[in-house]
């Protein structure tokens, strides 16, 4: 019954409708119970998922795991179409269609000839092509403020980045410190307000608030030295870890429990890990 989707492809065309044809064998009559049962919504999580884990395979340098999660990323494409065909809404064609005009139409200094215009510099630099990109944007979105353009970044964004898209958005019409002076200004003054309000007894609500406006500050001294935040606290939490680790093993070599041992102690271990970073 089957019996061609067990036969390797020979182009990736031929790979890309066995893919379709696998997943509408698995949401189809005597298909998988689990498989029928997925909606958009209960696809959010492992969407999300899949996505984070292809960014751990290309950090990691793992190629032979970056084309498995690649796959997984691209079965949710797949998987999402299918469901809004079955909805009578569009399929998988209609959205790779969707992608290549819209990647067409926001490179006109690639496709000008073929889109009959005219292009000022062919010779663009990213960060000409960037602002073209995003005028093109706003163009076919019809936005007409700054306060829409941030309304359409996703709230589900991790905060970090998200904090940095808004920030990036109000520094286009000129909203941002002169320099990151400012920032750092800014920074030091919400350091203030979270100790003011975690000595006042001010409450739980009011301290939330306080220490989102200090992490909110950091993201902008990280966009004025040009640095992920997002990238620079995963590289900060890999750090501690690493170190924690040394703790932790060293204390057992030792013939000592961490819960058995002092903050001093271990915190004498925790030098000697940052010390071996160091003569590495």
């Known amino acids: ?9 020979k182009t990736q065309e031929e790979a890309l409708t066995r893919l379709c044809k696998v997943v509408r064998a698995l949401r189809g009559p005597g298909g998988c119970p689990w498989d029928r049962a997925q909606t958009h ?21 793992n190629m032979e795991n970056l084309n498995e999660e690649l796959g997984d990323v691209l079965l949710q494409v797949v998987m999402h179409s299918h469901i809004c065909e079955d909805e009578g809404l569009f399929d998988l064609r209609s959205v790779i269609d969707n992608i290549a005009e819209k990647m067409i139409r926001r490179h006109p200094h690639v496709f000008a000839e073929n889109l009959e215009i005219q292009t000022k510099n062919p ?11 995003e005028n093109i944007k706003r163009t076919e979105k019809a936005e007409t403020s700054v306060n829409q353009r941030m309304s359409e970044i996703p709230r589900h964004l991790p905060a970090l980045l ?61 966009r004025f030295l040009e640095i992920d935040p997002e990238d620079a606290l995963n590289a900060a939490s890999r ?32 030098d000697e890990a940052k010390l071996k970073e160091k003569t590495k």
């Open 239 to 270: 750090k501690f870890h690493s170190r924690f680790t040394y703790i932790e093993e060293t204390a057992r070599e030792q013939g000592n429990r961490l819960e058995d041992m002092t903050l001093a102690q271990m915190d004498v271990l925790w």
């Open 41 to 61: 919504e209960t696809m959010i999580r492992p969407m999300v998922e899949e996505a984070y884990e292809v960014v751990e395979a290309i950090e990691t340098g």
């Open 123 to 133: 010779d663009l630099s990213i960060d000409n092509v960037l602002d073209l990109w």
């Open 162 to 222: 998200r904090a940095d898209k808004i920030q990036a958005k109000a520094a286009k019409v000129g909203f941002d410190w002169a320099d990151v002076s400012g920032a750092f200004d800014k920074t030091e003054e919400e350091i203030a307000e979270v100790k003011e309000a975690y000595q006042k007894n001010e409450g739980h609500a009011r301290l939330k608030e306080e220490v989102g406006d200090l992490l909110f500050a950091v993201v902008n001294i990280a």
């Open 1 to 9: 019954m089957y019996e061609e989707l067990f036969e390797a492809s």
